[in-house]
Structure formats: C-alpha cells, structure tokens
C-alpha cells in the first residue's frame, strides 16, 4: 500500500512539473563552433534525454560486445556443470540401487565433466568400493583429505580401508589426524580411545576421553572415566599416587566393583579403614562380589578368624539372602572352624547347588568330619552344577577384572554367568537302598521345582516286541512312577520336497504298465510274470 501511495505521488510531482514548464516556454539558444541555435525549453530538455538514452545503449552494446567471450564461456561452464550434477545424481541413485554398471559410467561422466568437485570424488570412491577396487578407492579417499572442504570425508574413508585390510597402524593415523582437525568427531575421539586402550596408554586414552566429552552422555562419560583412572591405578607403582586415582574413580562410579576393592585395599593399607568400610559397603549393595566381601574381611591386618567372620557377617546383612553373602559368610565361617554357622549360611542353597556352593560344601565336609564320601558326594555334584558368575567378555572367561574385552572394547567384561554355564538347577536324587521288587524311584525336588507329571501308558504296536523288565541294581531309589521305555522325542518326518525313503521298502515291487500282448511270444512271456 505504502509503495501505491508512493508511487502515484511521484506520478503528480512528474505531471506538476510538466505542467510548471508547458505554462512558462522559454527560449534555449545554442552558439558552437559558428553554428546557432535557438529552441524552447521543451525541445531543449527533450533533446538532452534522448542523448542520454542513446549513449546509455551505445555504452551497453559495447560492454556486451566486450563481455560476450566471457558470457559464452560462463554458459558452457554452466551446462557442462549441469551435466556433471545430473551425472552424480544417476550415480548416486544406481549406487542405493545396486547397479554397478550405471554406477561406474556416471561415476566416469561425473570425473570428466567435474573433475574438482566433491561429490564427484565421493562417486568415484563409492563405486570403486562398490566394484571391490580397494586401490581406487583409497586414491579417491586421499584425494579429498587432501582438500580442507573434504578432508575429514577422507579420513572417514582412509580409516575404513584401512580397517578393512587389517592395517592397525593406517587406520589408527588416520583417526588421530581426524581427531585433531574436530576433536568433537565422534567416531574418530571413540576410534583414538580404542586404541590407546590396546595399547594400554591409560594417560592418552584418558586425554582422548576428554576430547570427545562433549559428544558423550554424562552417565556414560563418568564411566568410562573412572574405568580408564581405575586402569591407570592398578597399573601404577606408586601407591600413593594409585590411591587418589581410585579413589577419583569411585566418586564418578560407586558402584564400579574393581575401583572398590582397590579403594578398600589401599585405604586399608593408609589405616583409613572407616572411609573403607564405608566405600565398600556402598559397592555390596550395589553390586555383591566376592572381592568386596574378601576386601571388607580382611580391613585390618592381624584380625583373628572369629573377627574376620562378624565383619562379613555384617556385611552380608545389608543384602539378606543373597548368594554371594552367604558364601562369603560359609568362607568365613570354614576358616574360622564355625561349621555350624557355616552349614547355617549355605542351607538355602544347597537344594540347588551351584559349582561355587558344592565345592564349599565339600571342604565343609572334609574339615569338620573327614567323611570322605561325602566329600565325594559333593565334588560330583559341583562337576553337574550350574555356573557360577565370573568377569566375562566376548566369549571370554577372566579371573580378574580387565578395563578392556579382548576385541578392545573399554569396559567390556561383565560379571555374569558366561553363556556355556546357563543351564537349569536339576532336582536332586538321593541314593537309597531299594525298598520295593518294582524298582520305583522317587525325585527329591526342592519347593520350588516344577512338578514332574508321569507318563500315561500307551499300548505298544502288535509288531513291536516287547521290552526287557528293568533288572533291579544294588542302588535303586524311591519314586512314584515306574521307568518305561524311552519314547522318541522327535518323531522322523519327511520335508515336504524330500520323498525320503520308501515306506514299504519290502513291498512287490509294482510292473510296468505295457501295452497288451500280442502274438503268441507276447502271450508266452506274459505266463512268467
């Protein structure tokens, strides 16, 4: 609205003033080189803008006269770039599609007609990983890290190829470089902070964490810290200068249990065994662990067995009913010669041992009364237990804690059962003598078991001959339901395009169908069959 109004102002002022000049016509009068000249205003005004026009034009024909090589080369530049962008745009297209073929012409077209652009480098090196040209490839990657728009696209690629030839060194320089140039990069801060963990350079690894904290989450990069001050301590001489790193790592991780014990230890070792204690008893809660429990018993030096045992007995209250408590309290207890409170503290378990519990069991035995078939007894119920816990990564069982997997992953083992241990508690079958001529047997299930429902008889196929009886053996046992034959768990079915074999093998085999007979041989022949 406001440029209307404008507008049509100016209109007015322009009509105003031509109007002012038709109403006073004056004279203009021109004396050059001997030549007069004599006109109105009007014409005078009139004559001088059609000049100015002319030489306007004039001068724009001359410049583009003058810029018209110029303007012809911008205009093949532009459509050979045009070219070139619908090349990377096929190129990148039959990439997503899976044509290799279409990848690499466009990928030719696109280096020929945009040889310095970006995304023609990319094309190329796409394709090239594409057709499995490794060294083609890795020519396109350096050709962009050499350039400050794409060097970081390049390293990206360096690393990966590097990766992908097994070459440690390659990839670990070309991650390092990227990490400089943007330390904010996340997969070049976490690729540096793997492998100075390998290389167990704990003081660069923890350099390399600082790098990258502003692309991890706070939970997760007070984690891997104290991981990495929690490794630099147990690799460290110094004992002093190992007690404040742990001691760092638990206040960014309480619950990390190899930082705790260590913290215990070494605060033990300084006579500060009430901030120990208070460490200690933190970690047990959060996460039970035999070397918590073994750490809390053993606070004070020279501490009698009977003392040892009411310090895990109370550290062993603040989880009631936990395993690891009850086996820390049975330990205890065992070297304290308290059989009692140590048959006590197992009895919860022993329905349903684990490999740990047995064996405690065993030396229980062993020590209190000697009795060397129980000792017997237990050790084989430890060998067809069930697995205990242990620090386990990547398929690997440690006897320790280790800050990194075997495949360099920082803070990879866990303590859990390894995945070959997982298996079900088994009910317990006790041994007796044999109390009835039918051989029965009796499961002894703890309470929790799930009830074994037994087994309808079926009557046996005519053709299928009888089974043998059960011979009574010298150790038999009580149960409600009678041993039978095994029946097959999985019965024998064909796929529905495998024939498989025949199912009257001993059938006639069927004649082929023939024409009939004709003549007298054909009738002669046909007699025999």
């Not at 997997?405 to 298996?423: C, H, M, S, Y």
């Not at 395009?497 to 093998?505: F, V, Y």
Request: charged share 25%; with cysteine; net charge positive.
């Amino acid at each position: 609205m406001i440029r209307v109004v404008v507008f049509l102002l100016a209109v007015a002022v322009a009509a105003g003033g031509f109007a002012w000049l038709a109403d006073r016509p004056g004279a203009v009068s021109i004396t050059w080189l001997g030549y007069r000249i004599d006109t109105s205003v009007m014409v005078a005004a009139g004559a001088l803008a059609f000049g100015v026009i002319a030489l306007v034009l004039a001068w724009s024909l001359l410049r583009a006269l003058w810029r018209s090589p110029q303007q012809v080369s911008l205009f093949f530049r532009h459509r050979r770039a045009m070219k070139g962008y619908l090349a990377i745009t096929r190129g990148l297209v039959a990439i997503g599609a899976g044509d290799l073929r279409l990848a690499r012409r466009a990928a030719d077209d696109a280096a020929r007609l945009s040889p310095g652009d970006p995304l023609a480098l990319l094309l190329s090196a796409q394709a090239a990983q594409m057709a499995g040209d490794r060294a083609a490839a890795e020519h396109a990657f350096r050709a962009m890290a050499s350039r400050a728009d794409t060097k970081l696209l390049g390293l990206r690629g360096l690393y990966i190829e590097a990766q992908r030839r097994a070459d440690a060194t390659a990839a670990r320089l070309a991650a390092e470089e990227a990490a400089t140039v943007a330390p904010e990069l996340a997969w070049a801060g976490q690729a540096v902070l793997d492998y100075r963990c390998a290389a167990g350079d704990w003081a660069g690894a923890l350099e390399a964490l600082e790098s990258m904290k502003s692309t991890l989450a706070k939970a997760d990069y007070r984690r891997k810290r104290a991981v990495l001050l929690t490794a630099r301590a147990l690799a460290e001489n110094d004992r002093d200068a190992a007690r404040q790193m742990v001691l760092k790592a638990i206040k960014l991780a309480p619950d990390l249990t190899p930082a705790a014990a260590m913290a215990g230890r070494r605060l033990a070792e300084a006579g500060e065994q009430r901030k120990a204690r208070r460490i200690l008893q933190a970690a047990w809660v959060a996460n039970p662990h035999p070397d918590i429990a073994g750490t809390y018993a053993n606070l004070r030096f020279g501490d009698a067995a009977r003392d040892r045992l009411a310090r895990t007995q109370k550290l062993a209250a603040l989880m009631p009913g936990h395993i690891e408590g009850a086996l820390a309290v049975a330990r205890a207890a065992l070297e304290a010669h308290e059989f009692a409170a140590a048959r006590t503290a197992l009895a919860p378990f022993i329905a349903a041992p684990t490999r740990r519990v047995a064996t405690l069991m065993a030396e229980i035995e062993e020590a209190e009364s000697g009795d060397t078939g129980r000792v017997r007894e237990w050790l084989a119920r430890a060998m067809r237990a069930s697995g205990d816990p242990a620090w386990t990564a990547d398929g690997v069982v440690s006897d320790h804690w280790l800050p990194v997997t075997p495949n360099g992953k920082l803070d990879g083992f866990q303590w859990r059962v390894p995945l070959a241990e997982i298996a079900v508690s088994r009910p317990v079958i006790e041994v007796a003598p044999p109390a009835t001529a039918d051989n029965e047997i009796k499961l002894v299930a703890p309470e929790n078991a799930p009830t074994i429902e037994p087994v309808e008889e079926k009557p046996e196929p005519p053709t299928a001959p009888a089974a043998e009886p059960v011979k009574p053996t010298s150790r038999s046992v009580d149960t409600s339901a009678k041993v039978r034959p095994a029946a097959p768990v999985i019965p024998l079915v064909h796929a529905p395009d495998d024939p498989g074999p025949d199912a009257h093998s001993d059938a006639e085999p069927v004649p082929e169908q023939t024409s009939a007979p004709r003549g007298a041989w054909q009738r002669f022949v046909e007699l025999f069959r």
